[in-house]
């Protein structure tokens, strides 16, 4: 069964303080994983894409990296307006649901 | 590009009657729409899988008949929540796969629409 486990459920950082979030995955052929940033009564915010191991995004502060097994969110220098829950998903090949974890809350103090 | 409207953003309505959301993709195309509902610090329990022109495919535990799913359009899809009671109260959210980049995968997401039930 596809499953999708994030860890840690909650962190709290310093400004400035850089942390990495886990994803970590179980999928009968990995079509995609997803990133998401969700604020507090919004929708998910959509922010990478990663499709094969080995594969690197970058987008401001933040870099996501996959392997055959986990995925990271590397959060580098925290802003506060960095604070948010941190969704990520997976896509199996020859289906068409997507597997959300239950997300990272972060909030990063100034 | 890639924005999806959800409306209306919140609604109060009493028990036993009736709520329709509306999802719109604003610049794009899309087959394909999923409903999520998500309760509390939890993540997205995917609804429905909304297909334009065909009938919605419902997840297990999730009543066809109470949650009215309508994708009559490439840019719109609609959730009623019918006979709605206090338990129905939840967030819920679409999201939509651009149809010219189902290769690529990525959802784009509603803003959500925040049910009360009283």
């Known amino acids: 069964e596809d499953q999708v486990t994030q860890s840690p459920e909650a962190l709290r950082l310093q400004e400035g303080e850089s942390s990495s979030l886990n994803c970590s995955y179980t999928?009968?052929?990995?079509?995609?994983l997803f990133w998401y940033r969700q604020d507090p009564g919004k929708g998910p915010e959509f922010l990478f894409t990663?499709?094969?191991a080995g594969e690197e995004k970058e987008k401001e502060r933040l870099k996501a990296t996959l392997t055959k097994k986990e995925s990271f969110l590397h959060i580098t220098a925290p802003k506060p307006e960095d604070s948010a829950t941190y969704l990520c998903a997976v896509q199996g090949v020859g289906t068409y649901k997507y597997i959300f974890g239950t997300g990272t809350r972060l909030k990063v103090l100034a | 590009g890639a924005v999806v409207s959800q409306h209306p953003s919140r609604v109060i309505c009493k028990s036993g009657t009736s709520v329709k959301i509306e999802c719109r993709s604003l610049d794009f195309q899309a087959t394909t729409m999923f409903w999520y509902r998500q309760f509390p610090k939890q993540s997205l329990m995917l609804m429905a899988t909304s297909n334009e022109g065909s009938k919605a495919t419902y997840e297990q535990g999730v009543e066809k008949d109470k949650f009215l799913i309508n994708h009559a359009s490439l840019t719109l899809s609609t959730l009623t929540v019918t006979s709605a009671h206090p338990e129905d109260s939840s967030f819920y959210i679409c999201s939509a796969r651009p149809t010219d980049r189902a290769s690529a995968g990525e959802l784009f997401f509603g803003e959500g629409s925040r049910l009360t039930v009283l």
């Open positions: 990663l499709y094969s």
């Open positions: 999928v009968s052929g990995l079509r995609g």
